[in-house]
């Protein structure tokens, strides 16, 4: 075995063991890795940093852009908090919220589809006095297999595709995966949405911020010109919150109503205090047309607005804001920052925020300039909720963010560009449109996997250049000699589904792929199905709570231990394996 082949193995073999390892950050490991490869003389200086020039790298980077643009509009979420209200059965709520968590994954990261499902699940299962756990891994499932369904809809069909293009010198098209993943997709769906039964009835752990009591805001509104419910009656604003809105007071005049009767006509100019959830705030600023009374202009015109951003934050016992009131502390004069709402656990907040005199516990959401937030948080001595960033004061139109990718789609569909085009287009246009802030954009792009994607892919090079990859196929294919043509793919499938627990997906994909493809070589067969199951292996992890980021996402929220995994993922692996090798075969024949 040449020295070349030698050191190649060795840097795999290393990497792999660090990924198992799990001590190390898998983008730190990768680094090393290709720096390895490149002080061994593997990967070439010149040729080293050419796996952040692929298509790959700015596809999966332009969908987390606009998939953070969708999620962020908040279309979906409203849509489907209105539809679960009206249903009833957990089969039928599992089925439902897996099905467009299913659906919606084969076109955004399949990440941000379960982060807008997951609070929707979570109340769904309050409502219906159910444990969040019956429905947060059939959604985390769910998110998984849809993603097979379409070029863009999980990482491995994109490596996959480029494999391909090495080796065929075309890659997979856009929708070259459906007809494998959508039949997939629907006995998934079939499954889990009675397979929830195998599951444990717990209750999941509270998140950090769980405790505090944020379920409802106090804030003041006011109906500008171009309210839509001027002339309307306070019966008519609670019922756009449906039950989870209270018009606290209305301010006309200098004088407070308060607890207005459910008849009492609104005006322009009228102070609504209202009591609600950040999301139907949201909502009435948007549909209603109401202003924030507190969010006035932070006054530095030097910087854009799109810097503006708005924080929950709870005041501490050692906080200069308690017994104090915003107008007392001067927070825009000395603090550049806006009071906006205030929630406080266990107590209805009936004074005027800007004469509310805080207590320690106070939830608040303050508007400020996002790069002076963190030092003005602590000169106030308020300790952020983390992951907790609002959307209260900016304007969203979902609408066009969907019309973008629809718009993309169809492009690619038609060949009229390529994909890298249409999706670097409208990562583009969402920004452009105002769809998502510049700041929100580069914040969606997953850098720690971008990173670990760049500094695979030349290694994965270098083991086939070195001739690792034809070395290991031809061990294998002697073993595939000895069985029919389809055990080979289901053991092929069987290996990526074991792999890649203990490797993260794009590495399992990486290595896999081009052996894969070389054994399908070897054996006179045409690499496409075996390059599928590659593909299909690798996305689809079940077992285990951490091959997959969406896996872990729900471990805490649904009260899951590790074993539990098995108990639905197991079967559903089984499946996929059993229906999916003869599906691949149909699709794309040996010869």
């Given at each position: ?39 061994t ?5 010149e ?19 606009v ?41 955004m ?49 994109l ?106 006509e609104?005006v322009?100019?009228?102070?609504v ?101 963190p ?21 969203r ?56 994607l ?68 070897n054996?006179?067969?045409r ?7 590659v593909?299909?292996?690798?996305s ?24 539990d ?23 794309w024949?040996l010869?």
């Amino acid at each position: 075995m040449p020295l070349n082949q030698i050191e190649a193995f060795v840097i795999v073999g290393a990497m792999l063991t660090l990924f198992v390892w799990d001590r190390l950050r898998y983008d730190l490991v990768a680094a090393l890795a290709l720096l390895a490869a490149m002080l061994t003389g593997i990967v070439p200086a010149e040729k080293a940093f050419e796996g952040f020039a692929n298509q790959v790298i700015i596809i999966i980077a332009s969908v987390l852009v606009v998939s953070r643009a969708i999620a962020r509009s908040g279309i979906i979420d409203t849509a489907m908090r209105r539809l679960m209200r009206y249903i009833g059965a957990p089969s039928l709520e599992v089925g439902i919220l897996t099905a467009c968590v299913t659906f919606l994954s084969a076109f955004m990261k399949n990440v941000g589809t379960l982060g807008i499902f997951m609070p929707i699940a979570i109340q769904t299962a309050r409502h219906s006095k159910q444990p969040a756990s019956i429905y947060l891994m059939p959604l985390a499932f769910g998110s998984l297999i849809g993603g097979t369904m379409t070029l863009i809809g999980t990482s491995p069909n994109l490596l996959i595709s480029t494999v391909r293009e090495q080796i065929e010198g075309e890659p997979f098209q856009l929708f070259d995966f459906v007809p494998v993943g959508l039949p997939l997709s629907l006995m998934a769906l079939a499954f889990l949405a009675f397979g929830w039964r195998l599951l444990p009835r717990r209750t999941g752990q509270r998140p950090a911020e769980g405790a505090f009591d944020i379920d409802r805001y106090t804030t003041e509104l006011r109906l500008t010109q171009a309210s839509a419910f001027i002339g309307q009656t306070v019966a008519a604003l609670e019922a756009l919150g449906e039950g989870e809105l209270t018009v606290a007071a209305v301010i006309r005049a200098g004088r407070r109503r308060a607890m207005p009767p459910a008849h009492w006509e609104l005006v322009e100019g009228d102070l609504v205090a209202v009591q609600a959830e950040p999301v139907l705030l949201k909502k009435l600023i948007d549909e209603a047309r109401l202003e924030l009374v507190p969010a006035e202009h932070l006054p530095d015109a030097e910087r854009p607005k799109d810097d503006v951003t708005v924080v929950e934050a709870v005041v501490t016992e050692d906080s200069l804001m308690v017994d104090q009131t915003a107008t007392g502390l001067h927070l825009r004069q000395r603090f550049d920052v806006n009071l906006l709402a205030v929630s406080r656990a266990g107590e209805q907040v009936n004074a005027r925020l800007h004469r509310l005199r805080f207590r320690p516990g106070d939830v608040v959401a303050l508007q400020g300039w996002e790069t002076d937030l963190p030092t003005t948080l602590t000169e106030l001595g308020c300790l952020p909720l983390a992951d907790r960033r609002l959307m209260l004061g900016r304007k969203r139109t979902g609408v066009w963010s969907l019309l973008i990718v629809v718009v993309a789609m169809l492009l690619v569909t038609f060949k009229v560009i390529p994909v890298v085009t249409a999706f670097f287009g409208s990562a583009v246009l969402v920004v452009l449109t105002g769809q998502i802030t510049l700041n929100d954009a580069y914040d969606a792009i997953e850098w720690p996997v971008i990173i670990m994607l760049g500094c695979l892919i030349p290694v994965g090079e270098a083991l086939k250049e070195t001739g690792g990859t034809e070395h290991l196929s031809h061990a294998l294919s002697a073993v595939a000699h000895m069985v029919p043509p389809w055990v080979t793919l289901a053991l092929v499938i069987a290996s990526a589904m074991l792999v890649t627990p203990l490797l993260h997906h794009a590495a399992a994909v990486l290595v896999l792929g081009p052996i894969a493809a070389s054994v399908a070589s070897n054996l006179g067969f045409r690499p496409d199905a075996f390059l599928m199951a590659v593909a299909l292996g690798c996305s689809c992890d079940f077992l285990t709570p951490i091959g997959h980021q969406n896996n872990t996402l729900v471990m805490g929220p649904g009260g899951y231990r590790f074993g539990d995994y098995w108990r639905l993922g197991l079967p559903l692996s089984l499946l996929v394996l059993i229906v999916g090798t003869p599906l691949i075969l149909m699709v794309w024949p040996l010869h």
